[in-house]
């Protein structure tokens, strides 16, 4: 492990203003997304789609690094340049997915458990080989009667540090992802305690695994309501509730937080971003960032629609996009922007 290698990539990743963008959807949840639009859920499609992305000009200025899926990372585009290729070439340094999903949890109903240890050491060693310099693993969290249990919580925790004690052997910065779920009527009260519980129970398996802190970035929910509850509350309640939690369990050594959107509108997602930068950023020991997807790319696929035609408006809108997340990450991101 080059201990400096990690530092230096973990911080060119939230460096400036810039943050990540996650194009890492598995086949099925892209094709939930193209089948929504009418698109062929396709190989073709997959690959139109993320050349469509990683060719966006002026992308780089915004875009730190890009999480790729397994697929996109063996892919070139249509002039036969690898995609790795074309993300370097544009400034963006390429990263990759390597969990391999979760499933249900034996004896945990309603519960999920992230998969993909088995024989990931030879497959960081090979990403290692195509280009990737960092990677990210998704633990799923669900906020429901009598849930999240313990079990899940530990179980989780425990694959994201042993996937994370692999990347870094492996020369990779890893990302980790344990997403409190949106889904439920939850209140941001409840959001915040299963959150807090949850980061100190994962930063606990990182220092028991021998994780370098200052070598990997923390892919976390902000402290939301649930998607159902009555009470949503503004965006600078969520800034707050999001900001304190992360104080009392987040070490200063970590290089990096870069928040997943989790479902909450595009616009949302980088209103309460920009509420956390306003108003905390000279107080932080850590850069506050993003890695979307859905909120960066949702817009722009809504306009591409799988034809060529509609190409160049699409990337203008997945530039916007990213463009109102990097004014998010300065602190002066306006509901303005959005009409630009
Ligand atoms: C939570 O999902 C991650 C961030 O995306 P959003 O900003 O849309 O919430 C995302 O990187 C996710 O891990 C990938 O899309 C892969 O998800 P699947 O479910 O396909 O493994």
């Given amino acids: 492990m080059n ?8 911080r060119a990743l939230v460096a400036g203003d810039k943050g990540l963008l ?14 929504k ?41 249509k002039d036969g340049t690898p995609m790795v290729k074309a993300l370097i070439d544009a400034g ?10 979760a499933i249900d949890m034996p004896a945990h109903s309603g519960e999920k458990v992230t998969e993909g240890l088995d024989g990931l050491r030879e497959r960081l060693a090979e990403y290692v080989r195509i280009g ?38 492996a020369g990779l910065v890893p990302i980790v992802e344990p997403e409190v779920l949106m889904d439920g009527a939850h209140t941001l009260e409840r959001c915040r ?48 509730a999001t900001v304190n939690c992360f104080l009392r369990t987040v070490p200063a050594a970590v290089a990096g937080i870069a928040f997943l959107s989790g479902g909450q509108s595009a616009e949302l997602a980088s209103a309460r971003l920009n509420a956390m930068n306003v ?15 859905r909120a960066i790319q949702q817009p722009a696929l809504d306009i591409w629609q799988g034809k060529d035609a509609n190409a160049p408006a699409a990337q203008q809108a997945l530039l916007q996009r990213a463009r109102c997340n990097r004014a998010a990450r300065r602190g002066e991101y306006s509901a303005a922007m959005e009409s630009a």
């Fill in 3 to 10: 201990a400096q290698v990690l530092n230096e990539t973990a």
């Fill in 22 to 35: 996650a194009m890492d959807e598995s086949n099925p949840t892209c094709h939930k997304r193209f089948a």
């Fill in 37 to 77: 639009l009418g698109i062929p859920q396709t190989e073709a499609a997959r690959r139109a789609w993320r050349e469509l992305i990683v060719t966006t000009a002026g992308l780089g200025e915004c875009i730190s690094g890009a999480i790729l899926y397994d697929e996109t990372i063996r892919q070139q585009k």
């Fill in 92 to 101: 963006i340094i390429p990263g990759i997915k390597v969990d391999a999903g």
């Fill in 132 to 169: 990737a310099r960092f990677a990210k693993w998704r633990a799923v969290i669900t906020v429901g009667a009598g849930i999240p249990s313990r079990g899940c919580i530990q179980a989780n925790a425990h694959a994201l540090a042993r996937y994370a004690a692999m990347c870094q052997e």
């Fill in 193 to 240: 305690e299963v959150t807090e519980e949850v980061l100190r129970t994962v930063f606990d398996q990182l220092c028991t695994q021998r994780v370098m802190i200052e070598g990997m970035l923390l892919k976390p929910n902000m402290v939301l309501p649930g998607l159902d509850c009555p009470k949503q509350q503004t965006v600078d309640e969520v800034a707050e």
């Fill in 279 to 293: 108003r905390f950023k000279s107080r932080l020991p850590w850069a506050l960032a993003f890695s979307f997807s």
